[in-house]
């Protein structure tokens, strides 16, 4: 590992870092694609199978193996091609990128080069209630190396490793790799428009249907790259982060490198060109292989797999067949929920907008949808360090809890721990109701007894609201619902208090 | 053409993962010399730059298959080339640099 | 009854079918002449008798059919096949056992002909003598003081010293063409695209091709049509039907053609001995009924440079899998070592002398800032031979030329000067960077060496190798090796 001077020189605070340097950003987004079978052979992809039992010898890079593209890969990625308002190429060719690594089977990777399948589209995102466009250089496919395991070192880390253990069942998995042009222009907030570009182009390609786009399974993973310049110089030098594999990531690892090349300029130091790694446990990167001495890739078109020159109707008929852009989506249903404009602002910038409009797809009451993901969802992201769309509950999951709640299956209460159980993967909501004995206790025989408990165990209480102080039956509802698990309505209960005691109410 | 020096082959050598000894490499270094003056006079092809260069023998686009699983192979017979293996997987010494 | 050795494929397939003789006897008597006489020739690095047997036992309960069904075929060893080893002539596959059959074998297992075993090659088809196998040269069986032609002097030797009536080569510059030429056999150098690529340990993918050797046009074109043909797995297979082969052999017609000789191969560097027997060929062909005229392919002179850019630059990166890392020879593991130290000793012990050359220079063509001048223009030169070609194909149906500049040269000769070993392959290189079938065929010997007749054609159109090739043999039987080595 080298050192740099990251270690020794204070950083500056973000936002003081951006009133005195301009950022210049970049990112390398890449997804996997999810077609059945790999990139240029049979083998399946599913994630999470045995090791090594997903490969073949053309995924294994035996001797004598030789590729054929899969069609829906070059299929997907035109189809991501026209989502980013990208030009199709009409003719190109897979290169061989060269370099040894025990990831990669045939030690070169198969990509594509100066011919990639898409190019000049762009993105626009909302920051702040502004518009950012992201211009987009290009869309390329390749395959995906396999995985290794490193063996010895304290933390599983390579660095310190006695030997590493390669499986290869992701070797050959189509990867999409998309590449933006170095984005200008976003002033006092680099790190925010970066989360909100991976966020746009996740909800893109999770609209297209084409990867599962899971962070945390590694199937949409970031490279970001940042430089500083001040005011009217030339861009700076760039690093490149590596291992950003979540939306929260994205934008710590832009702050963090913002702050940290601050600090070196600040104090007259020099950016090295170099690749960092970022760690999600820590939010910083370290240093890793200097790229000044640059690797020869020796890219050379594949000779093994002939051109690609895609039928121009049928580009016409895939751009005809796209689903509606998530912005538009968005515009439109917040237009017929009537959102207000700040609510909608406000669920953006919490990152659940997608969600409660998909929550109210499913069969939820927009308000019902709103308090959910803005309520105890937003916390439950945020106590597990999540964005609210990575946690393990689908909006129609929700939809399902808020209908159990209107049909009087469920309280608020009850509720909370449904929700609460899909979180911790026990299943369906039904099925967590069913599991945990949550549905709303409403046979009142069985309320009774909870019902003269609470008033022998309370008899001051009791006295008061015979007495005519109806609001004092709170204290008894609440041990009764206490009694009861939380599972009894609260409204029958009250009722039935009021009964009990000769009280009626007006 | 240049003259092509033990440094430069050195450099070859690594990029093309080779541990060659010096001898090994004041004679590659040597014969590169010879070969390249051979092969130099492609360079005397003028009528050569508007062509576009040929990539493949057969006049072949847009040759694909459909995404359909096939069988993998038995683990077994992944592993059993294997120089060294270790739960399953292929057993390599230590890294010395990530790259990707 | 006579030596089954001596039959050529159709005789013995016929003899099989006929029930006079099994295939089982056959099969035995070609391992018998292999245990008699490669001891000396060479010609093979792996015998496999129980497969052999095994093949040839179901040929004989009835299970396998066709019209080469029991016939004995050497397999070079660079070809895939499942279980058996593949060392590609390197010591860096050393004990390899494929876990999967190439295409061309599938269809030789199919097709019930019995794969005797694995022939020698140069390392990773990488020379013109057989020298540069890591386990030690072939002998030509003309002259066992000779070499049999590289890269696939293992096949062309087991045809010619009677251990096979068939053999698979493959064919990157010349690689079962020259060795044809330089031990009297039979090779055919397919169009590109025409035989199935998958299962071949690549050289340089965009040139090598597997073809048939024999010591008949008519056995070529059995064993041509048994292995070609469109195959999915392999991207760069042509769609469309083999061209009809077998019955141009039996044609043996050149009545109505134009052949072409190419004025750029032949003259300097080429021997007088060889000369004159070409133009004899040529004057046999006119004797035929053909119309001979002359043809110039004024690029072909660059041919050999833009080969040895292009193929070693694909080499360079066909053969960065052999890493120690999933099959194959690891060197150097200690524990202490790290990946990129095993790797780089393992490469550099595993791989011969003329593999790295290779690598090196196929380094070097790639690298950034020297791409253009090499690299990329040798791809340029390769489009101007091919125009060159398709101008040629103009005025004539077949061109031809000598398939070497020399006969066989004696064995250690050339092996310190590359250059020298480069120009074995002068006239074969053509054919390869353009992608059409070539044939070579014998056509009479010099100082007591067989000389080979080369015959091109266009893409896709490997019948006319046949119909010209079949009435040149029909009217210049082949030389027989005298053998006297044996005994
Ligand atoms: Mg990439
Ligand atoms: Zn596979």
Sequence with gaps: MTTTTSKTTPTVPYDEALREFEPVIGLETHVELGTASKMFCGCATEFGAEPNTQVCPVCLGLPGALPVVNAKAIESTIRIGLALHCDIAPWGRFARKNYFYPDMPKNFQTSQYDEPLCVDGYLDVQVDGETVRIPIERVHLEEDTGKSLHVGGSTGRIHGATHSLVDYNRAGIPLVEIVTRPVTGTGAHPAEVAKAYVTELRDILRGLDVSDVRMEQGSLRCDVNVSLNRPGDDWGTRSETKNVNSLRSVERAVRSEVERQAGILRTGGRIVQETRHFHEDTGMSTSGRSKEEATDYRYFPEPDLVPLAPDADWIAELKAALPEAPSLRRRRLVEQLGLSELDSQAMTNAGVLDLVLATVDAGAPAAEARNWWLGHLAQQANTRGLEPAELPISPAQVARVVELVSAGSLTAGLARQVVDGVLAGEGEPDEVVEARGLAVVSDEGALAAAVDDAIAAQPDAADKIRAGKVQAVGALVGSVMKATRGQADASVVRRLLLERLGVTED | ?100 | MTDLTRLTAVETAVAIRDREVSATEVTQAHLDRIAAVDGQVHAFLHVDPEGALDTARRVDAGELSGPLAGVPLGLKDVVVQKGVPTTVGSKILEGWRPPYDATVVKRLREAGVVILGKTNMDEFAMGSSTEHSAYGPTHNPWDLSRIPGGSGGGSAAAVAAYEAPLAIGTDTGGSIRQPAAVTGTVGVKPTYGGVSRYGLVAFSSSLDQAGPCARTVMDAALLHEAIAGYDPADSTSIPSPVPPVVEAARQADVSGLTIGVVRELSGEGYQAGVQQRFEEAVETLTELGAKVVEVSCPHFVYAMPAYYLIAPSEASSNLARFDSVRYGLRVGDDGERSLEEVMSLTRAQGFGAEVKRRIILGTYALSSGYYDAYYGQAQKVRTLITRDFTAAFQQADVLVSPTTPTVAFPLGERLDDPLAMYLADLATIPSNLYGGPAMSLPAGLSEGLPVGLQIMAPTMRDDLLYRVGAAFEAARPAPVPPLSWEA
Excluded: C
């Design chain 2, 1 to 100: 053409m240049s003259q092509i020096t033990r440094e430069e082959v050195a450099h070859l050598a690594r990029l093309s993962r080779l541990a060659l000894d010096d001898a090994e490499l004041d004679g590659l270094a040597a014969q590169l010399e010879v070969i390249l003056e051979a092969v130099a006079k492609i360079g005397e092809v003028t009528d050569a730059a508007d062509v576009t260069p040929m990539t493949h023998a057969v006049p072949l686009e847009n040759v694909m298959r459909p995404d359909v699983v096939r069988a993998s192979l038995p683990r077994e017979d992944v592993l059993a080339g294997a120089p060294a293996a270790e739960d399953d997987r292929f057993r390599v010494p230590r890294i010395l640099d990530e790259e990707s």
